[in-house]
């Protein structure tokens, strides 16, 4: 079974710092990783992805989020945060072996919050 | 192009009545999937489905619960006879037809309460 972990139910940030929030996960074979941000009362926004290819992958509003498959970790970062960012934030994984479209397992969310 | 939509956005049943949540995906999308949100909690998987067929209902409790996604129409999620346990956050979301690896798009969910 797959599984997504994150460590920290919330981070505290300065506005103008970086961030980063903690995403481990425990797949068979090779998997597709996602990160998401969710405002309060809406749905979940995607913000990138990590199928192959270079580790670092970029995304939405100057996040990016780091592959390491010796650490089975997906951690979402971003080099100076605005206070427009706070937010939940869930990673999620599905294996690729699956093929094509799949349901995606979620962790159970990090709140993010950055002070002015 | 219209996003996910869900209706109705919020939804309140007495204990023993049904719940029905609909969703219609964005244009030119023929995967759908449904996920259930507890308070404090992520969100868990229930069922994937595409045009008229049930590919994955692993996450979907056994009584109770059904999908369906009609070859015109939007997709369905019905519960019976709901119980306070249900009370929850129901999300869909849907992916473009093929292999690839594709992200989910996901509606505004549904927020079902109980009394």
Redesign the interface.
Known sequence: AQS?AQPEDQVNVAEGNPLTVKCTYSVSGNP?L?W?VQYP??????LL?Y?TGDNLVKGSYGFEAEFNKSQTSFHLKKPSALVSDSALY?CAVRA?AR???????????THLIIQP | NAGVMQNPRHLVRRRGQEARLRCSPMKGHSHVYWYRQLPEEGLKFMVYLQKENIIDESGMPKERFSAEFPKEGPSILRIQQVVRGDSAAYFCASSPPGQGAYEQYFGPGTRLTVT
């Open positions: 997504v597709y996602f998401y009362n809406r749905g979940l926004q995607f992805k199928i869930f690729s093929g094509g479209a799949d349901g995606l397992t979620f962790g159970k969310g």
